[in-house]
């Protein structure tokens, strides 16, 4: 049995999310909770081949499976939004035209549709500036929706479920699993499965966000409870958290860094408060706590990232769950351990090879060499991995500092230069740290602990 597409497109570019550890996924629009109910307009005329030509409730079949489809999402009783039909057009209107007002459109009057495309959503972007984004959740940052255009394709035979329920099915499509599934999209839910995923959760591929559906299949028609956690997260009930120690905490993007071992404080900031029965934390190091407002030890140097998970019950929809995941949001920092080496290049110039612990992201702020001929500094260098060139032969001490948030390292070492051809000779020596000495500069008194010379 062949499958047929159900496509979300949107004028805008960039704004798939990567794959998360949430199942469901959102397209990132939304629609302003002040712009509620979204009122939509749906073609209705007897010329449009690929409609059905039928009456249910005394209304026509269009008519009757649009309200149906939005309404179906109201399963998610968590999710706040409200919808109103406001009228037929007998115009086949162009989707692709931005004008503000919701159409649901048949027999694809732009032409653009492949085959093998059943419907396709059209969203535009609120009249934002660019880089300006209504809210952020999970560190995705999503856009208001203002205009958003439902286009059945042509050539596509449609049917109702009653029909297809009763076994009359010939190969055509459920119109109201279709549109159910387009609804979706303009309130800002993407696929559950996308085709090429491997897609071995079976919530996902019974979800109404499923990427594609077959002839016969009804089973869109009713979200599922994927397609319900995936709503109730853009429209429900919403908390996320705040921890001490941040750098910026005006900003949505702010991390909170402190030095090993330090204590960090979270607390829960939701519009909900007195909705929250519970709560559990992972703070990305191996621990987690139950508490509503925990404090977390940090002993281990890293970038963390902290997911909080909030129960709480609604009295108007009962529980509900909500996830909220910070990535990379904690910076522990230990004071930076400079390790390096040398290596004779030509001449009297050799490298300096930088192999000091960078596996914590933002921690170093400054480097330093310095290089010493008895107690005099003859040279300071700031690159990362400089070369040098000394001013003649002789000993010379070599000082690396790396400063940072929790402190300076130092590491030292003592080398023989030699001015001799570079082809064909390897030389190198090992600088070990310095322990306690702290920034170095303009300080003569530097023991190497770390001589060693094999050429
Ligand atoms: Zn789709």
């Not at 002839?215 to 397609?227: A, F, M, R, W, Y």
């Not at 007195?274 to 030890?297: M, Q, V, Y």
């Not at 948030?405 to 390897?426: H, S």
Request: aromatic share 12%.
């Amino acid at each position: 049995m062949s499958t047929r597409n159900l496509l979300a497109l949107t004028a805008l570019a960039g704004v798939a999310f990567p794959s998360t550890a949430m199942a469901w996924e959102h397209t990132g629009w939304a629609w302003n909770p002040l712009e509620m109910p979204l009122t939509y307009i749906v073609g209705n005329d007897t010329v449009f081949e690929d409609s059905i030509d039928a009456t249910v409730d005394g209304e026509p079949y269009e008519v009757w499976v649009a309200k149906e489809s939005y309404s179906g999402w109201q399963d998610a009783t968590c999710a706040e939004f409200t919808h109103e039909f406001i009228g037929t057009t007998t115009e086949n209107y162009d989707a692709r035209t931005w004008d503000g007002q919701t159409h649901i459109t048949y027999d694809d009057p732009g032409d653009a549709e492949a085959a093998g495309v059943l419907a396709v959503t059209f969203t535009f972007p609120g009249s934002l500036e660019a880089g300006e984004f209504a809210f952020n959740k999970n560190g995705n940052a999503y856009y208001w929706a203002e205009d958003s255009d439902i286009v059945f394709n042509n050539d596509v035979d449609f049917g109702t479920d009653t029909d297809i329920d009763a076994g009359l099915c010939l190969g055509e499509s459920s119109m109201e699993a279709v549109l159910t599934h387009e609804v979706g999209h303009l309130l800002g839910m993407a696929h559950s499965c996308e085709d090429g995923d491997v897609c071995s959760d079976s919530l996902l591929r019974e979800a109404t966000m499923y990427w594609s559906a077959g002839p016969c299949d009804t089973n869109g028609s009713t979200i599922s409870q994927d397609d319900i956690d995936g709503l109730t997260a853009l429209y429900g009930p919403f908390a996320t958290f705040e921890c001490s120690h941040e750098l910026d905490p005006e900003s949505p993007d702010t991390i909170a860094q402190g030095n090993v071992p330090f204590d960090l404080k979270c607390a829960i900031v939701t519009d909900a408060s007195e909705e929250i029965s519970g709560a559990s934390w992972i703070f990305g190091d191996g621990g987690t706590s139950d508490e509503l407002n925990p404090k977390h030890t940090y002993d281990v140097p890293g970038n963390y990232s902290i997911e909080a998970c909030f129960d709480g019950v609604r009295d108007t929809c009962g529980e509900w769950e909500y996830c909220y995941r910070k990535i990379g949001y904690v910076r522990a920092c230990g004071v930076p351990e400079p390790e390096f080496t040398i290596e004779h290049v030509d001449g009297l110039t050799y490298a300096l090879r930088n192999e000091s612990d960078v596996s914590v992201y933002g921690c170093i702020y400054e480097i330093q060499w310095d290089v010493f001929q008895g107690d005099t500094i003859i040279s300071s260098l700031n690159a990362w991995e400089p070369q040098i060139t000394f001013p003649s032969e002789g000993d010379f001490k070599i000082v690396l500092n790396l400063g940072g948030p929790a402190g300076t390292g130092a590491a030292a070492l003592t080398v023989t230069a030699e001015d001799y051809a570079g082809e064909g000779y390897g030389c190198n020596a090992v600088g070990g740290a310095v322990g306690g000495l702290g920034w170095l500069v303009g300080v003569g008194l530097v023991v190497a602990r770390a001589r060693r010379r094999n050429d």
